[in-house]
């Protein structure tokens, strides 16, 4: 059967309640919409003959207003408070399984968060593990180029003192060698100059 075009607009505006309120979306504006959706509701209901659907849009326009607080009815009718206390009874025996249900997500979420947070502990003590290992072995290996350096160090130091002790020495033999030499020189110098004086006088 085809809709009339105010049980179309009240489909429309009652998903769009339904949507705000699963969402938990505080809008002033709660009031108007549930007073536009009675006012629809009684049109449809001069329209319609399927009371099954009548009865479904009354259900699912006073869980609206019970999930926002409204508790009074623009239009009285016997029937309708019957269906309305009887919808708010199975909508808090829903609310009651459905808290239990939350709760049991709830502990299912903190279980699976201390869960996730211990294996990330594991991994962050693994990596530290890993990381302290690394690093060991960075400083052991930079010890020990540091103490080879060193000990190079140490050898060139020994060779440098060695050669400079030998041309200490060399030095001081070339000098001595020299100073003979110029002792020499001097000697022969001399001796010649006492003969050449001693040819000299003989001849004058």
């Known amino acids: 059967m085809e809709l009339s075009r105010q049980e179309i607009n009240l489909r429309r505006l009652l998903a769009k309640c339904e ?6 979306k505080e809008d002033d504006r709660f009031p108007k919409y549930v007073e ?5 509701l009684q049109e449809v209901k001069k329209l319609t003959d399927s009371s ?3 009865s479904n849009y009354q259900r699912r326009i006073s869980a609206v207003k019970f999930a926002v607080g409204i508790t009074t009815n623009k239009y009285e009718d016997e029937n309708d408070d019957r269906n309305l206390r009887n919808d708010l009874l199975g909508l808090r025996q829903r609310n009651v399984a459905s808290g239990v249900n939350d709760m049991d997500e709830l502990i299912h979420y903190h279980d699976n968060m201390q869960q996730k947070i211990t294996d990330d502990m594991l991994a ?9 290992e690394t690093a060991n072995k960075i ?8 103490g080879r350096s060193a000990q190079l160090t140490e050898q060139n130091y020994s060779k440098l003192t060695t ?7 060399y030095s001081k033999r070339a000098c001595k060698w020299w100073l003979w030499i110029l002792l020499v020189v ?16 003989k001849k004058y």
């Open 19 to 24: 949507l705000m309120c699963k969402a938990n």
């Open 186 to 201: 001097v000697l022969i110098v001399f001796i010649n100059m006492v003969l050449f004086m001693k040819v000299m006088k």
């Open 52 to 54: 099954e659907a009548v």
């Open 36 to 40: 536009s959706l009675e006012d629809m």
């Open 139 to 146: 400083i052991k290996k930079d010890t020990e180029i540091v």
């Open 163 to 169: 050669e400079s002790t030998k041309l200490t020495e």
């Open 124 to 132: 962050l003590t693994k990596n530290l593990k890993e990381q302290s």
